[in-house]
């Protein structure tokens, strides 16, 4: 999705939107690549550790990212519901799989009492 390289504040690319005018999808996919770059030390950079990456998101809100999207974010990393799927998740790499189980992407289990946010292929 070309519009995750748009900055919330404006002055992205490609086409130099900002805000509202940029899809919600794109802006949360934009949090979460970057939350998986700084973490996996993408670009021949060492990984960041947890709370620089926090510092990067919350410095880069209203700015490069939607301010909204950073705080949901960093509330549910903050739960452990952000990182590695739940080892009882099914997930594959192949679409027939996706669709038979419609597995949560990237998330823990929900707690009671916490709504559960799941990714799941066609959404």
Request: charged share 20%; glycine share 14%.
């Amino acid at each position: 999705m070309a519009q995750q390289r748009e900055w919330f504040g404006g002055g992205g690319y490609p086409r130099g939107i900002a805000g509202s005018r940029i899809r919600m999808e794109a802006r949360a996919l934009a949090v979460c690549t970057a939350w998986a770059a700084m973490g996996g030390g993408r670009g021949g950079r060492d990984p960041l550790s947890g709370p620089a990456a926090r510092h990067q998101l919350r410095a880069g809100r209203a700015t490069q990212f939607d301010p909204t999207v950073v705080d949901v974010f960093l509330a549910l990393e903050a739960d452990g519901r952000v990182g590695l799927p739940h080892p009882d998740d099914l997930l594959s790499t192949t679409p027939a799989a996706w669709a038979s189980t419609r597995p949560a992407l990237g998330l823990a289990r929900p707690r009671a009492g916490v709504p559960a946010v799941m990714l799941t292929e066609g959404d």
